[in-house]
């Protein structure tokens, strides 16, 4: 399988700021996703990030809060905007092979919003 | 809309303990059925998929498998270890890449 990876792995950030996470593939792929884990909480889908395209967000979740970036098939974009408190958590990218539809994870990144 | 369940939430086992992990999902409609292993602040390690068709999986020292007319899957881990301890989770697959995950298990092993 593809090594993904992630930067920032850990942050904190101060109420009202944004956060730029950056997910790597080291090969292509054709389908990315963002998931959030809240503490104490398992993974909830935020989005797909579509290459060429605006990524499709999942219900409860929108583009003005959380933007995403799609340039190529090795890397995408999450920004949390205007953070809260409600927003620390751990985001995790992930990508998807054609193989049975099975889904791998980076690292995740560990957000603490003050 | 799909749930999935894990029980039991947390697990503590003696070292080289066999055990049974339980995953329950509400909608037998699913693609796939994906066990991944989270250590502590950290990411998620792909374990073990198992396509809709297929009974079980094995990898080393671990079994999954699937029964979707009752909507469960298990995972076995054979003679546990210390390194095995982490949070276990399960995540049923539809067609589409949807992954819905259960909450967890997060397993100790006491040497």
């Known amino acids: 399988s593809a090594v993904i990876s992630q930067k920032p792995s850990r942050d904190i950030c101060q109420r009202g700021t944004s956060l730029t996470i950056q997910c790597q593939v080291d090969?292509?792929?054709?389908?990315m996703f963002w998931y959030r884990q809240q503490p104490g909480q398992s993974l909830t889908l935020i989005a797909t990030?579509?290459?060429?395209?605006?990524?499709?967000?999942e219900s409860g979740f929108v583009i003005d809060k959380f933007p995403i970036s799609r340039p190529n098939l090795t890397f995408s974009t999450l920004t949390v905007s205007n953070m809260s408190p409600e927003d620390s958590s751990i985001y995790l990218c992930s990508y998807g092979t054609s193989v049975y539809n099975e889904q791998f994870f980076g690292p995740g990144t560990r957000l603490t919003v003050l | 809309k799909q749930e999935v369940t894990q029980i039991p939430a947390a697990l503590s086992v003696p070292e080289g303990e066999n055990l049974v992990l339980n995953c329950s999902f509400t909608?037998?409609?699913?693609?796939?059925l994906q066990w991944f292993r989270q250590d502590p602040g950290k990411g998620l390690t792909s374990l073990l998929l198992i396509q809709s068709s297929q009974r079980e999986q094995t990898s080393g020292r671990l079994n999954a498998s699937l029964d979707k007319s009752s909507g469960r899957s298990t995972l076995y881990i054979a003679a546990s270890q210390p390194g095995d301890s982490a949070t276990y989770l399960c995540?049923?697959?539809?067609?589409?890449?949807?992954?819905?995950f259960g909450k967890g298990t997060k397993l100790s092993v006491i040497p």
């Open positions: 995540a049923a697959g539809a067609g589409s890449y949807q992954l819905t």
């Open positions: 090969s292509q792929v054709t389908m």
């Open positions: 909608d037998s409609a699913i693609y796939n």
């Open positions: 990030a579509n290459q060429g395209s605006e990524a499709t967000y």
